[in-house]
Structure formats: C-alpha cells, structure tokens
C-alpha cells in the first residue's frame, strides 16, 4: 500500500519547556512552528476534493459517484503518471488506476480521467460491507497527497448500503381498448455487471418470459425493461398483470402488479321508435336499404325516437338532423327525441351519435311522413286561355305522390282530348292540361282532382272568355293614362311658378299709401297703422301732428278748429281724408316716432 506522506505533520498545542531558556529563544522557536503552520494551512488551501456528503445506494444495485479534486502542481518536482486510491476506512483500498495494486472488492471502479481533476468512481453490484466512510489519496514518483479530514479541510464520503427493495414501474404505451393490442412496459433499476434481470409476465395466470433491453443513464447507473404485448377484452376488466425481474447477482425477485382498466368504445348504436305505421314502409321508401332504420308516422301523430349505445366508460349521446342538434330527454342510458305532431317537414334523417374520449359511433333512422295531397308550397297552378286553347297547370304535393285527373266542363279530357303531361319533383307533382274548346267565347270551369291513400284535394278554376278588342283598348287606356300624367306635371310646374312669382311680388309691394308734404317738398310713405280720419280746414295752415304710437293701435277722429280767414268769406267746409297704414313690425315699433305734418288741401 503507498505511504501516506505529506500530511502527517502534527502539532500538540500542549507542549512544555523543561529546561528553562531565555526569552528570546522561545520567542525564535514560536516564530519557526508559526511559519510552519502557516506554510501547511497555504497548501491545504490548493488542495480541494468536491464529492457528496452522503450516498445510498440498493443492495445489489450499482451507483455512479462524481468527484473532482485539486492539487498544488509545484508539488511534482518531477511528474510522472498521477495514480488515484479510494479506501474504504483507513486502510482498505477498493478503487485505484495503479495495475500493481491488489484489492479483492473488484466492483469499484474509477471512471475518469485523474489528469483532468476528476476522481469519480462507480460501484457496480454494492453489498452490505460496502458501507462505510471513504477517502481519497494521489500520488506520483515524487509526492503523495490524502484528502483526509485531519484539519476540517476536506469533506467525508459516506457511502449507505440499504436492503433491496427495487419495484418494477409498469407503463401502458396508449389506453387500454377493448379488442385492441396494448403494449406494456415493465423497467427496474439493474446492476452494472453483466449479470442482467430476467422478465417474467403474468397474465390470465399465464407466466410469460420476454426479452429485455438496456440502456446506461447519464450518471451511469442501467435500467432494464421489458414489454409485453396482448391484446385484452372486456373480460380482463379489473383482472391483474404481474410483471416480476430476477436479479441473479443478488438471488432476489422485484415484482409489481397493475390492474387493467379496460375501456370499451361504443360499437353499436341501437335507435327504436314507437311509431305504428311501419307496414307502409314500402310506399314510402320503395329503394330504402336494409341497413338504414326507418320510420313512418302520420301527419299529426306524436311519436319518439330512443337511441342507446353501450360503451366503458359510458358514453355521451346526441340526436341531430342535418348540421341542427336536437333536444333530447335523457332516461339511463336512452337518450329520447320526442317529435310531437309530426308534420311533413319532420321527415328526413336523424342520426344519434355515441361518443367517448376513446372513439364515437353512430347510426342514422329515416323518417317518412305521410299525409294527403296539398297545394305546393310555391304555388304554380293557374289557367288561362288563348283564342281556343285552354292552358292549366296543378301542382300538388303529398307522400305518397299524388294522382292527378282533370275535368273541364263536366267533362273528362279522357273523352276525346287526352294532351296531359306531369312531371315529379320530389313529393310534389306538376299536371299540365292542354284543352282545345270549341266553344271559346263562353265561361269555363275546370276542376284538378289530387288523391292518395289518406285523402284527396280539389282545385276549382272559373275561366271567363278574353274580351273582344281587348288588346287596342290596353293599348288606348295606355295612351290616356300617359297623357293625363304629363299634364298632371305641367300643372304642377306653373303653379310652382307662380306661387314663387307672388312670394317674391308681395315682398316688394310697400304698406300702405303716399301722401304730398308740401310743407318738406317731397314725398313721405306711410308705414303702419289702421284709418285716421282728419278734419283739414281750407286755410294754409298745419294741421297737429299725430301721434303714431297711438294711430297704430287704434282708429280715431280728430277736427282742426275753426280758424277765420281774412281773404275768404265764405262760410268754412269740411274735407276728410283717409290714410291706412298696415301693422308695423316689432322692429319697426321700437323706431324712434316721427312728426308728420299734412299739408292742407284747397277746394278748386
């Protein structure tokens, strides 16, 4: 075994002086221990070992444990190839690079590269004696180094060996369908060595050997596993499937047990119903398939539709027609659609659908309605006539289709004048009567008969003869009609015309009258007011001014008194003068009021 040099410098602080000596000597022998100490704690501080505190690891199980160190390089005076050593306590080596050393554990191994810094080791089949504390020494030709936990300085490795106790982990690779091939995986975790683990399943207590396979894990360690294929059944529901490994380093079985959750998809979606009427089926869809379910109701009746599907886990259910979902009453596990008083446009096909996160299924039912001949539903049936042919056209609709047959006059158009054609869309039926009379100028009355199984339609048409001369007479009341709209508009212009030209007279037009100032000498434009009578005597005199505040809100009479004249001497003579004004504005009454003088008027 190498020496361990190069930390076995020990110092007890609990040294005495025997032999007296000066102060100055125990104060050289301090100053030597001193640099010492230093010296070694400088170098424990280049040399450093980063590795776990602790390790566990399973009995017969194999661990990979990562370390690294550093050493002071000035130490290898002459360097030659560096060797690693981990013993177990204090003198059991178990790892090492040195071919010349001898150790009997032979299942440690070191894993990289010493040169680098790395000192990781692994164990590959661990036993119970393989617990313990670990250390780690270097050494080359020239010096040696043990990181060993003297002075606190480094960490200690405690590797713990617990008892086996390894469980197999079962994994299914997708759901567990009824009737469909699962894979199942068993993996454990395995030795290093090459003595792999055996796989065993059980099932149905069927034991089955399958291969395994391996594959290392970034720290090193193996896992190992096996798959098993089946293909289960709704019989294996909560059955169990045992997966066991056999360890042959150890002689010691890992097992685990699954129960199998089985689903089952929906397969088989069944749809009943309670309508009565199926031995009209073959009216009613005469090219029906055998694998479509149908239905047949009468118009009014009340019927439902039940649909169930069985599935694990239970699946969810929808009635639809076309892209529209329906509304369902649910009882268990029947989704019921109720169609109450079924009408002609309630037939059609449903589908009920059966769904589960796994898969769906679902089954469609054709329901056919049937009901008596009706008009369609964008009429097309009208007559008339031209010169002596009669022209018709009936349309009816109804399931079964309807059989149509004329009759004109009493008559039947089998009598003598068959041209009848039809035409089929759908369930309606177009008949077209081509009718040639030979009495073209008299009324007609022409019945269309329509019949099925479940009633019977009649469409009546009273035909009156074209009026002679009826097209010139069109063409007349045209013309009139035209004519009197043209006026209508020409009327309507001038009066637009001449309401603008009044508007616009009537704005220029001045209120009231124009009376001669003499007196100013010239001409002053009454404005407001109503009539003011004034007495004007015959002198030149001026008669008083009045007040247009009061003359525009009121009519009053005023007389001038008599005034003797000296060159006339004839008795006086009264005049009377009339002046209207119109109403002032309310602009024009806040004016400031104005004198008006009027000037007098002699008699010629």
């Given at each position: 075994?190498?020496?361990?040099?190069?930390?076995?410098?020990?110092?007890?602080?609990?040294?005495?002086?025997?032999?007296?000596?000066?102060?100055?000597?125990?104060?050289?022998?301090?100053?030597?221990?001193?640099?010492?100490?230093?010296?070694?704690?400088?170098?424990?501080?280049?040399?450093?070992?980063?590795?776990?505190?602790?390790?566990?690891?399973?009995?017969?199980?194999?661990?990979?444990?990562?370390?690294?160190?550093?050493?002071?390089?000035?130490?290898?005076?002459?360097?030659?190839?560096?060797?690693?050593?981990?013993?177990?306590?204090?003198?059991?080596?178990?790892?090492?690079?040195?071919?010349?050393?001898?150790?009997?554990?032979?299942?440690?191994?070191?894993?990289?590269?010493?040169?680098?810094?790395?000192?990781?080791?692994?164990?590959?089949?661990?036993?119970?004696?393989?617990?313990?504390?670990?250390?780690?020494?270097?050494?080359?030709?020239?010096?040696?180094?043990?990181?060993?936990?003297?002075?606190?300085?480094?960490?200690?490795?405690?590797?713990?060996?617990?008892?086996?106790?390894?469980?197999?982990?079962?994994?299914?690779?997708?759901?567990?369908?009824?009737?469909?091939?699962?894979?199942?995986?068993?993996?454990?975790?395995?030795?290093?060595?090459?003595?792999?683990?055996?796989?065993?399943?059980?099932?149905?207590?069927?034991?089955?050997?399958?291969?395994?396979?391996?594959?290392?894990?970034?720290?090193?360690?193996?896992?190992?596993?096996?798959?098993?294929?089946?293909?289960?059944?709704?019989?294996?529901?909560?059955?169990?499937?045992?997966?066991?490994?056999?360890?042959?380093?150890?002689?010691?079985?890992?097992?685990?047990?699954?129960?199998?959750?089985?689903?089952?998809?929906?397969?088989?979606?069944?749809?009943?119903?309670?309508?009565?009427?199926?031995?009209?089926?073959?009216?009613?869809?005469?090219?029906?398939?055998?694998?479509?379910?149908?239905?047949?109701?009468?118009?009014?009746?009340?019927?439902?539709?039940?649909?169930?599907?069985?599935?694990?886990?239970?699946?969810?259910?929808?009635?639809?027609?076309?892209?529209?979902?329906?509304?369902?009453?649910?009882?268990?596990?029947?989704?019921?659609?109720?169609?109450?008083?079924?009408?002609?446009?309630?037939?059609?096909?449903?589908?009920?659908?059966?769904?589960?996160?796994?898969?769906?299924?679902?089954?469609?039912?054709?329901?056919?309605?049937?009901?008596?001949?009706?008009?369609?539903?964008?009429?097309?049936?009208?007559?008339?006539?031209?010169?002596?042919?009669?022209?018709?056209?009936?349309?009816?609709?109804?399931?079964?289709?309807?059989?149509?047959?004329?009759?004109?006059?009493?008559?039947?158009?089998?009598?003598?004048?068959?041209?009848?054609?039809?035409?089929?869309?759908?369930?309606?039926?177009?008949?077209?009567?081509?009718?040639?009379?030979?009495?073209?100028?008299?009324?007609?009355?022409?019945?269309?008969?329509?019949?099925?199984?479940?009633?019977?339609?009649?469409?009546?048409?009273?035909?009156?003869?074209?009026?002679?001369?009826?097209?010139?007479?069109?063409?007349?009341?045209?013309?009139?009609?035209?004519?009197?709209?043209?006026?209508?508009?020409?009327?309507?212009?001038?009066?637009?015309?001449?309401?603008?030209?009044?508007?616009?007279?009537?704005?220029?037009?001045t209120s009231g009258v124009e009376v001669l100032n003499s007196a100013n000498g010239g001409h002053q434009r009454a404005t407001d007011g109503s009539l003011i009578y004034s007495n004007i005597s015959s002198v030149g005199q001026k008669s008083p001014r009045v007040d247009y505040s009061k003359a525009g809100t009121e009519r009053i009479s005023t007389f001038n008194p008599r005034v003797p004249s000296s060159s006339v001497a004839d008795p006086e003579e009264l005049y009377y003068a009339t002046l209207e004004?119109?109403?002032?504005?309310?602009?024009?009454?806040?004016?400031?009021?104005?004198?008006?003088?009027?000037?007098?008027?002699?008699?010629?």
């Amino acid at each position: 075994m190498p020496g361990d040099r190069g930390n076995q410098l020990l110092i007890d602080p609990s040294w005495k002086v025997l032999n007296p000596v000066s102060s100055s000597s125990i104060a050289l022998i301090v100053l030597i221990f001193a640099s010492l100490y230093k010296g070694l704690l400088s170098q424990n501080t280049d040399y450093k070992l980063s590795v776990q505190d602790s390790v566990s690891v399973q009995r017969g199980l194999c661990v990979h444990i990562p370390c690294n160190f550093t050493y002071n390089a000035a130490d290898r005076r002459n360097p030659q190839k560096l060797y690693g050593y981990w013993f177990r306590g204090s003198r059991y080596l178990v790892a090492t690079n040195d071919d010349k050393q001898r150790y009997p554990e032979g299942h440690f191994k070191l894993t990289d590269d010493l040169e680098q810094g790395s000192c990781s080791f692994s164990i590959l089949d661990a036993k119970s004696n393989d617990q313990g504390w670990y250390y780690f020494r270097i050494e080359d030709n020239s010096f040696g180094y043990s990181y060993i936990n003297y002075h606190q300085t480094h960490k200690k490795l405690q590797i713990l060996i617990t008892e086996f106790a390894e469980k197999p982990r079962i994994l299914n690779s997708s759901a567990v369908l009824s009737g469909e091939e699962a894979v199942f995986t068993c993996s454990v975790l395995g030795p290093c060595s090459k003595m792999e683990p055996r796989f065993f399943w059980i099932s149905r207590q069927i034991r089955h050997e399958t291969p395994y396979w391996s594959h290392q894990q970034i720290n090193g360690s193996w896992i190992y596993g096996s798959n098993f294929t089946f293909t289960p059944s709704l019989s294996d529901q909560g059955k169990e499937l045992t997966c066991k490994v056999w360890y042959p380093n150890i002689w010691e079985y890992a097992e685990n047990t699954f129960l199998l959750d089985i689903a089952d998809p929906p397969k088989t979606v069944e749809i009943s119903t309670n309508a009565t009427n199926q031995e009209h089926l073959a009216l009613c869809l005469p090219d029906a398939k055998r694998d479509v379910d149908s239905a047949v109701a009468r118009e009014g009746e009340s019927i439902h539709l039940v649909c169930k599907a069985d599935g694990r886990p239970d699946p969810t259910l929808s009635w639809r027609k076309g892209n529209k979902t329906l509304s369902e009453t649910k009882q268990g596990k029947e989704y019921i659609l109720p169609l109450m008083e079924v009408r002609p446009e309630d037939a059609g096909q449903y589908q009920c659908q059966a769904e589960t996160s796994y898969s769906s299924a679902n089954k469609s039912l054709q329901l056919c309605v049937l009901y008596r001949p009706r008009l369609c539903s964008q009429s097309r049936s009208t007559c008339w006539q031209k010169d002596n042919i009669l022209h018709c056209n009936c349309c009816l609709d109804s399931w079964p289709k309807p059989q149509i047959r004329w009759e004109v006059d009493g008559r039947k158009p089998s009598e003598g004048n068959p041209p009848i054609t039809s035409m089929d869309q759908e369930n309606e039926v177009i008949s077209t009567l081509r009718w040639t009379t030979e009495n073209p100028d008299k009324n007609h009355s022409i019945i269309c008969f329509g019949t099925n199984l479940y009633g019977a339609y009649t469409l009546h048409f009273l035909l009156s003869p074209p009026t002679k001369g009826s097209h010139a007479s069109l063409a007349i009341s045209g013309l009139c009609g035209a004519l009197v709209g043209v006026i209508l508009c020409v009327l309507c212009l001038c009066l637009i015309k001449f309401y603008k030209q009044r508007k616009a007279k009537s704005s220029s037009k001045t209120s009231g009258v124009e009376v001669l100032n003499s007196a100013n000498g010239g001409h002053q434009r009454a404005t407001d007011g109503s009539l003011i009578y004034s007495n004007i005597s015959s002198v030149g005199q001026k008669s008083p001014r009045v007040d247009y505040s009061k003359a525009g809100t009121e009519r009053i009479s005023t007389f001038n008194p008599r005034v003797p004249s000296s060159s006339v001497a004839d008795p006086e003579e009264l005049y009377y003068a009339t002046l209207e004004f119109s109403k002032l504005k309310d602009k024009e009454r806040t004016a400031p009021e104005e004198s008006v003088d009027y000037s007098a008027v002699k008699q010629k």
